[in-house]
T-cell receptor
Framework: AQRVTQPEKLLSVFKGAPVELKCNYSYSGSPELFWYVQYSRQRLQLLLRHISRESIKGFTADLNKGETSFHLKKPFAQEEDSAMYYCALSGNDYKLSFGAGTTVTVRA | EAGVTQFPSHSVIEKGQTVTLRCDPISGHDNLYWYRRVMGKEIKFLLHFVKESKQDESGMPNNRFLAERTGGTYSTLKVQPAELEDSGVYFC???????????????FGPGTRLTVL
């Protein structure tokens, strides 16, 4: 079975402060991990995927197979980063399993 | 390029009625997925089409839900009869077919918010 855990439902940070969203997963094979973001009144959109190893909007995420984690990080949060963030896993069957989501609020 | 579209954006129906949701995937995407988020819960997989064939319908909650994708283009998800617990946001997503990792990247529609009274 595949499972994704996001332990924080809510995360509030000040503008300019670092932000880290935790994601842990369980899967017996080699999954692909994603972070999706949903801004207010917008659709769910891909933020980044582990296989790309890229930084999007200043966010990075590293897959740690030993700890089965895929935490999302940004060194300096901006107000426009306020959104709902979902960690998701895709296994051999391609369907996505989502975490519960973390609502991030960046305060001025 | 147009993204995934869904219709309607909102639907309010009474218990026992029928509702049909529609999803138009990105052109050329053979994979089409339906997901659902009920209040306070996680986004859950419902089913997966590859072209017109149901690849995986393990997430469909019961036989009141019927999904079709005639011709391998748009898809419909019908709920008949609707129950209170069916309320939630129904998302559609699509991806192109292939064995590359890019095929796992799914692009989502805006969702249909269904309210059953």
């Amino acid at each position: 079975a595949q499972r994704v855990t996001q332990p924080e439902k809510l995360l509030s940070v000040f503008k300019g402060a670092p932000v880290e969203l935790k994601c842990n997963y369980s899967y017996s094979g080699s999954p692909e991990l994603f972070w999706y973001v949903q801004y207010s009144r917008q659709r769910l959109q891909l933020l980044l995927r582990h296989i790309s190893r890229e930084s999007i909007k200043g966010f990075t995420a590293d897959l740690n197979k030993g700890e089965t984690s895929f935490h999302l990080k940004k060194p300096f949060a901006q107000e426009e980063d306020s959104a709902m963030y979902y960690c998701a896993l895709s296994g051999n069957d391609y369907k996505l399993s989502f975490g519960a989501g973390t609502t991030v609020t960046v305060r001025a | 390029e147009a993204g995934v579209t869904q219709f309607p954006s909102h639907s309010v129906i009474e218990k026992g009625q029928t509702v049909t949701l529609r999803c138009d995937p990105i052109s050329g995407h053979d994979n089409l997925y339906w997901y659902r988020r009920v209040m306070g819960k996680e986004i859950k997989f419902l089913l997966h089409f590859v072209k017109e064939s149901k690849q995986d319908e393990s997430g469909m909650p019961n036989n009141r839900f019927l999904a079709e994708r005639t011709g391998g283009t748009y898809s419909t998800l019908k709920v008949q009869p609707a129950e209170l617990e069916d309320s939630g946001v129904y998302f559609c997503a699509s991806s192109f077919r292939g064995e590359t990792s890019g095929a796992r990247t799914q692009y989502f529609g805006p969702g249909t918010r269904l309210t059953v009274l």
